[in-house]
């Protein structure tokens, strides 16, 4: 693999989330609360609460989910009781557990790029082999019935992810993913495969993309190294993004992050259509946005707020900023890792021992 060519493309998620840590540095002095407006969960919306899911499974080891169907049930990571497998279980909201896979840790096994449509759930899964390299396959199984999960693909090229929910996506029964294009200069392939199997189709598209919401792509500029670029091949539609040297500009289809940089403190997170239109500010620059995707389900921007007595890893504040009321909520307090897919945002509590999961289903916020 060309090691130039691929930290281009990798350069995307560093892009991206580069303006977070640079924004998530305390500042000097006070700093006002995000948004104009800020209201905790209960004031906004009191007939839903955030649930707790246990941090291990009814056979003792820890449990971290990495995609929930609902509030309640998940896909998540645990250990094998014995310590040498690394699961991929489907969790029910009584606790009961479906064994998805499993892989030997001595592989130092990844499950990643999560994808559903319906009961149909496909992920890719990655090993260490002994030659130094590595393996990705991608699967599915059928989450409503008991048949085994099977191998869509082993095909899946040079694949890369950036940890957002359209690092994988399903259309139309084509699951698609993308993956760095061999040569000097730097491409992207787009790939797909029927969820059923078959032969892989690579479409191959100059310049480094990541996949957003289908059928669109989204460049790796970020204003400050480039323009920033919203590409749909099937209408063969471009919009460049209209961004400063001062800024970086994260896009979905409907909505763009912008990162304000100012050199002498600091900066700010403001949200603007990809016209350039509807921009407001969204948070000081004592937040950062919390996942890499923007505009959770068009509405919700997901951030975190730390200080000199709150810690990146155990002590934030998670909040939501209201895109269509433009208002600032407080989910919760003393949050850890906050993760993101398909309209269902979760976070751990109790710092690196993880004591409990919670989640919150966004798509039920009126």
């Keep these: ?144 019935s008991a048949e085994p999960a099977r191998r869509v ?54 310049g480094a993309w990541s996949i957003s919401a289908y059928p669109w792509l989204a460049s790796a500029g970020t204003g400050a190294s480039g323009p920033v670029l919203l590409r749909n091949p099937e209408q063969r539609k471009v919009i460049e993004i209209d961004a400063t040297g001062s800024e970086l500009v994260t896009c979905s289809p409907t909505w763009c992050r912008v990162l304000v940089l100012a050199a002498d403190g600091p900066g700010g997170i403001e949200l603007m259509r990809p016209d350039g239109s509807a921009r407001q500010r969204v948070a000081g620059g004592v937040a ?7 505009a959770i389900l068009d509405r919700f921007e997901v951030l975190t707020l730390a200080d000199a007595q709150r810690t990146a890893t155990d002590n934030q504040q998670l909040l939501l900023y209201d895109v269509r009321d433009q208002q600032t909520v407080v989910v919760a307090e003393g949050s850890g890792l906050v993760l993101c897919r398909d309209g269902i945002l979760w976070w751990s509590t109790g710092g690196s021992d993880v004591t409990a999961w919670h989640s919150l289903d966004l798509r039920a916020l009126s």
């Design 288 to 294: 950062t946005s919390a996942v890499i995707d923007v």
């Design 153 to 206: 693909t082993a095909d899946s090229g040079d694949v890369v992810f950036f940890n957002s929910q359209y690092d994988m996506v399903i259309n139309s029964g084509r699951l698609y993913w993308a993956a760095v294009a061999p040569g000097e200069e730097p491409a992207t392939e787009i790939r797909s495969v029927a969820l059923g199997g078959g032969p892989v189709s690579v479409r191959t598209e100059q």
């Design 1 to 144: 693999m060309n090691l130039p060519v691929r930290r281009q493309l990798l350069g995307l998620a560093a892009a991206l989330a580069a303006g977070g840590v640079l924004l998530g540095l305390p500042a000097a002095g006070p700093e006002p609360a995000p948004g104009p407006k800020v209201s905790t969960i209960a004031q906004v919306w009191p007939d839903v609460r955030p649930v707790e899911i246990p941090s291990s499974l009814a056979d003792g080891p820890a449990y971290s989910p990495v995609y929930f169907l609902d509030a309640t049930n998940s896909v998540g990571t645990s250990p094998s009781p014995d310590g040498t497998q690394l699961r991929l279980v489907l969790r029910a909201a009584d606790g009961a557990i479906r064994e998805l896979r499993r892989l030997p840790i001595a592989d130092a096994p990844q499950y990643s790029g999560f994808a559903r449509d319906g009961d149909q759930f496909a992920w890719a899964e990655s090993v260490s082999l002994d030659d130094g390299t590595g393996r990705t396959e991608l699967w599915t199984a059928n989450l409503a």
